[in-house]
């Protein structure tokens, strides 16, 4: 499944970045790759509903949610979910010096539950 090799490549380079110095740059660097790793899973597990329950998903929420009605996810990973898109959202729409220290603080977390999102999807044997 090619969607999740890149997104296991992406999730990969967000953790890499995260053992670098502190700089603005590289946090404002670190913020990107939340950004595109965050592309990368939503759209590998978007590909696992299709393939694997033939349930078609078209956004971030909507993906996420059908691995939890489907029984894939708990509730406390979709709530870190949510979180994960709201702070995402927050952050590719505008900058803000505040905003982007306060998500770069969470990002440690969110790369840990962008983690369990793959560990999800990675379940399927056909996909392993």
Do not use: C
Not at 14 to 20: A, T
Not at 50 to 64: D, L, M, V
């Amino acid at each position: 499944m090619e969607k999740l090799i890149q997104a296991r490549q992406a999730v990969a380079a967000l953790e890499d970045i995260l053992e670098e110095p502190f700089s603005v740059i590289v946090r404002d660097a670190t913020i990107q790759r939340v950004e595109f790793s965050s592309e990368a899973v939503w759209k590998a597990a978007r590909e696992w509903l299709y393939t694997q329950e033939s349930i078609e998903a078209n956004h971030p929420r909507g993906s996420f949610r059908e691995l939890f009605r489907i029984g894939q996810m708990d509730e406390a990973l979709s709530m870190k979910l949510l979180d994960w898109i709201d702070d995402r959202n927050r952050t590719s729409h505008a900058y803000v010096e505040a905003l982007a220290q306060a998500v770069f603080e969470k990002i440690p977390q969110h790369l840990q539950t962008l983690k369990s999102v793959l560990r999800v999807i990675q379940q399927s044997d056909s996909i392993k």
